[in-house]
C-alpha cells in the first residue's frame, strides 16, 4: 500500500475557479513534505516544502497547508488559470521520499 | 541555466537489447538519483548516489545498473532489457539529502521496450 495517498486521481475545473488539492499519508517518522507541479512531458518542478512545525505555505497562488497530527496536506490553488492544468505530486520525506501519484488537473476556458 | 540534462528523450528498445541513459547536471550538487514513472503510480526510486564513486539500490533496483565517476553524471544502464522497463524514467539532483535538498529534475527520458 503506498504511504502517500492523493485525492482526487483527476479533476477539471473553470478558468478563475479556486480548487483543493488533497494528500494524506502514513510515512512515519516525517521530516517534511512538499508539493511538486509537473506539467505534461515535463519533470516535476517544486512548489512549497513545509517541515512538520509549519501550517502553511504560500506561493503565489498556491497555498499548502499541513496538519502533521492528521498526516494531512492540502494544496489551494486560487483564481486557476489555463497554465495551471498539470499533475500535481505530494512528496513525504523521512530521509527518503516517497511520491504520491498525483492529481491530475485540468483548467478549462 | 542548464540545471538536470536528460539524453535521449525518447527511445525504442527490442527486448534483450541493452543502452545507457544519460543525466548531466551542472549546480554541483552531491546527491542524485535515477525515477521511474509508470502511469497512475507515484515515482519509483531505482538508484541513487551521495557523491562520486558511491551509489546504492532504491525501491525498484533490478535489471538496471548506475555509476558515478564525475559529480556531474549519473548514468543509468539498463543490459537486457524488458517489456516491463517500459516507462518514464527521471533523474534528479539535489544538494542535500531527503531531509533537507530540494529534488531538480529532467525533462525524462521516455523508454518503450518491445
Known amino acids: 500500500k503506498n504511504q502517500v495517498e492523493q485525492s482526487p486521481q483527476s479533476l477539471i475545473i473553470l478558468e478563475g475557479k479556486n480548487c483543493t488539492l488533497q494528500c494524506n499519508y502514513t510515512v512515519s517518522p516525517f521530516s517534511n513534505l512538499r508539493w511538486y507541479k509537473q506539467d505534461t512531458g515535463r519533470g516535476p518542478v517544486s512548489l512549497t516544502i513545509m517541515t512538520f512545525s509549519e501550517n502553511t505555505k504560500s506561493n503565489g497562488r498556491y497555498t499548502a497547508t499541513l496538519d502533521a497530527d492528521t498526516k494531512q496536506s492540502s494544496l489551494h490553488i486560487t483564481a486557476s488559470q489555463l497554465s495551471d492544468s498539470a499533475s500535481y505530486i505530494c512528496?513525504?520525506?523521512?530521509?527518503?521520499?516517497?511520491f504520491g501519484a498525483g492529481t491530475r488537473l485540468t483548467v478549462k476556458p | 541555466n542548464a540545471g538536470v540534462t536528460q539524453t535521449p528523450k525518447f527511445r525504442i528498445l527490442k527486448i534483450g537489447q541493452s543502452m545507457t541513459l544519460q543525466c548531466t547536471q551542472d549546480m554541483n550538487h552531491n546527491y542524485m538519483y535515477w525515477y521511474r514513472q509508470d502511469p497512475g503510480m507515484g515515482l519509483k526510486l531505482i538508484y541513487y548516489?551521495?557523491?562520486?564513486?558511491i551509489t546504492d539500490k532504491g525501491e525498484v533496483p533490478n535489471g538496471y545498473n548506475v555509476s558515478r565517476s564525475t559529480t556531474e553524471d549519473f548514468p543509468l544502464r539498463l543490459e537486457l532489457a524488458a517489456p516491463s522497463q517500459t516507462s518514464v524514467y527521471f533523474c534528479a539532483s539535489s544538494w542535500g539529502s531527503g531531509d533537507t535538498g530540494e529534488l531538480f529534475f529532467g525533462e525524462g527520458s521516455r523508454l518503450t521496450v518491445l
Open positions: 512528496v513525504v520525506s523521512p530521509g527518503d521520499m516517497r
Open positions: 548516489s551521495v557523491g562520486a564513486g
